[in-house]
């Protein structure tokens, strides 16, 4: 079997780092009414105030984002974007009631759109409807199919996107079968390291592929030391730390089998002070500028194992209390 995959963060990212590119690929006619040349404001904690815990699950994404229309008028347009992984009946419904709830919050209408990232090809909602006694509404929203999309046209105009949705889509087919999974991935990280993208798309793109696409110890090993032959074949982009950790992983188990044993303890050190950057970088990521409250209980955890564990745990845990529950009490 394959482990979880992390629909939830890795969207989440992709929503924060490629908004322009998503945008204009699941959604051109919304994408080409914003001035991308202004500052757009992702609106995460108003958004948590508006929805509450028990209504958000660990296969959806909702965000809310302000930006700037292009037609010279000041009024700021507000997207709320749900990206689903599965089918979910309660879509319609959820949507009309996030919708009046952003409108009763800012007293502005919101543009409403759902990414409809499921594997079920007829499962198309795109409006909720409710009336009794005369009385009615019907509420409409633009759907975003990711089965529908020519991916590969996308790939070739360079869209960072795309290659997101490759993997995606790789992870739904290949449930269950990790060595077909390895090899996928294995194949999109070539092509994309090849691609002639900017670092910073290929380093993102690299994380999100990393996150839904993960693998059982055994397949990881694998990948890792394919991984490590290839960076003899070809430059390596510069990487964030927790890019680095993985692809140093790759390099060294590459050259034996199995895990290596006996570590000095000069490398031991090194691979402990690797994971607690890694860490505290996918905190700031997940939870923004707030996580890095946690940075010395974070560096007061020295075993290797269990930095491996909270890595796995920070894609899956619900808040940062949740998150923060789960380290060591401060000594």
Not at 9 to 37: G, R, V, Y
Not at 47 to 74: F, H, T, W
């Amino acid at each position: 079997m394959n482990e979880p995959v992390q629909y939830d963060a890795a969207w989440k990212l992709t929503l924060e780092q490629f908004l322009p590119q998503f945008l204009s690929l699941a959604f051109p006619d919304i994408a080409a009414t914003i001035d991308w040349s202004a500052p757009f404001t992702f609106l995460d904690t108003e958004l948590q105030e508006i929805v509450p815990d028990s209504d958000s699950g660990l296969m959806r994404v909702d965000k809310l984002v302000e930006v700037q229309r292009r037609d010279g008028i000041a009024e700021l347009l507000l997207i709320h974007a749900e990206v689903q992984a599965q089918r979910d009946d309660d879509l319609p419904e959820r949507m009309f009631r996030y919708f009046c709830r952003i409108m009763d919050r800012f007293k502005r209408f919101p543009v409403s759109v759902a990414v409809l990232a499921d594997p079920v090809p007829n499962w198309r909602p795109s409006h909720f409807r409710t009336g009794e006694l005369g009385c009615g509404v019907e509420f409409r929203f633009p759907i975003c199919k990711l089965s529908d999309l020519d991916v590969e046209l996308w790939v070739a105009m360079g869209n960072p996107v795309a290659r997101v949705i490759q993997a995606h889509r790789l992870a739904q087919a290949t449930g269950g079968r990790p060595v077909e999974r390895r090899q996928g991935k294995f194949g999109l990280v070539r092509n994309l390291l090849t691609s002639g993208m900017s670092d910073r798309e290929i380093r993102e793109v690299f994380r999100l592929m990393h996150w839904l696409l993960a693998l059982p110890p055994a397949e990881e090993l694998s990948f890792r030391q394919d991984l490590g032959r290839l960076g003899k074949e070809i430059r390596m982009p510069n990487m964030s730390n927790y890019d680095r950790v993985v692809w140093e992983e790759g390099r060294v188990e590459g050259r034996v089998e199995g895990r290596v044993e006996g570590r000095s303890q000069g490398r031991l050190e090194g691979r402990v002070s690797g994971l607690q950057e890694a860490l505290m970088e996918l905190v700031e990521i997940r939870f923004g500028p707030s996580g890095l409250l946690l940075r010395e209980r974070i560096e007061e955890v020295q075993n290797e194992s269990e930095l491996r564990r909270l890595t796995r745990s920070i894609f899956i845990t619900t808040s940062l209390e949740d998150f923060s529950r789960q380290l060591p009490p401060s000594r």
